[in-house]
């Protein structure tokens, strides 16, 4: 078992309505997580190593709105997330993500968001 810990921020924006519970027509939003947590990986012989990984950690959004661009609200809340995946062992300290599945949970401005992620990329290793 290890610990993994993840970093994200994103830039989201809305034409309509009340994204992120603000008034006005344009909303630009911030969301990001900093989360951590256990990371399970099944043990083979193989260069193939698929894991599965639980994280909890917190959700920080700012958002700004068209009509007052003055005073960006930011909220903070809960984030988690749940997946799995299979890295590639490249060398003892490089692996290189195959693929990796995502649920993820997070909540600010009293609002719940569900989604979901595919990605990518390189895996290193310290021992």
Do not use: C, I
Not at 51 to 67: D, I, K, M, N
Request: charged share 15%; no cysteine.
């Amino acid at each position: 078992m290890r610990v993994n810990a993840r970093v994200a921020q994103h830039r989201a924006e809305s034409r309509e309505g009340t994204a992120t519970g603000l008034d006005g027509r344009v909303h630009s939003a911030h969301p990001g997580v900093l989360m951590a947590g256990p990371q399970v990986t099944v043990p083979t012989n193989s260069r193939f190593k698929p894991f599965g990984q639980a994280l909890v950690g917190l959700a920080h959004q700012r958002a700004v709105s068209s009509l007052d661009l003055t005073t960006p609200q930011t909220g903070n809340g809960l984030a988690m997330a749940f997946g799995g995946g299979v890295d590639v062992l490249v060398h003892s300290n490089l692996a290189v993500r195959a693929a990796q599945v995502q649920y993820l949970q997070s909540r600010a401005f009293s609002e719940t968001e569900n989604t979901w992620t595919l990605s990518t990329g390189v895996v290193f290793r310290f021992r």
